[in-house]
Nanobody
Framework: QVQLVESGGGLVQAGNSLTLSCAAFGLPFSSNFMAWFRQAPGKEREFVAGITWSGHGTYYQDSVKGRFTISRDNAKNTVYLQMTSLKPEDTAVYYC?????????????????????WGQGTQVTVSS
C-alpha cells in the first residue's frame, strides 16, 4: 500500500522560510516522479514543483521560481520543498504527489493533477 506523509507545515511571517518534507512508503518505481501541489481555500489545486527520481530534473510554477527549491533524498525515501521569501499568497494546504511522469519539454505535462498517489496535506500559513 502506497502512502505519502507530509510534514513541516506551520505559521510563518512573510519573508521567512519553511521546509516541507514528504516521506514515501511503498512507491512503485513506475511512479517515482514526485511533486508538490497546493490548494488555497476556494481555489483549485495547483502545481508547485516537481522532481525526477535522480533529482537532476526539477520543474517549478512561475510564481515560486527563485524562491522555492524541490529536492529529494532517495536513501530516506523523502522529498523536500524548501520555501524562502514566503508571501501571504503562498498560504495553502500543500500536498505531496507521485506518479508515472517522465521527462517532457512541455511544462504543462507536470502541472496536470493526474498523479497516482497523494498525501494528506500540510497547512502552510504566511502572515503579513
Amino acid at each position: 500500500q502506497v502512502q505519502l506523509v507530509e510534514s513541516g507545515g506551520g505559521l510563518v511571517q512573510a519573508g521567512n522560510s519553511l521546509t516541507l518534507s514528504c516521506a514515501a512508503f511503498g512507491l512503485p518505481f513506475s511512479s517515482n516522479f514526485m511533486a508538490w501541489f497546493r490548494q488555497a481555500p476556494g481555489k483549485e489545486r495547483e502545481f508547485v514543483a516537481g522532481i525526477t527520481w535522480s533529482g537532476h530534473g526539477t520543474y517549478y510554477q512561475d510564481s515560486v521560481k527563485g524562491r522555492f527549491t524541490i529536492s529529494r533524498d532517495n536513501a530516506k525515501n523523502t522529498v523536500y520543498l524548501q520555501m524562502t521569501s514566503l508571501k501571504p499568497e503562498d498560504t495553502a494546504v500543500y500536498y505531496c504527489a507521485a506518479g508515472p511522469k517522465t521527462y517532457s519539454s512541455n511544462s504543462d505535462y507536470y502541472a496536470k493533477p493526474d498523479y497516482h498517489y497523494w498525501g494528506q496535506g500540510t497547512q502552510v500559513t504566511v502572515s503579513s
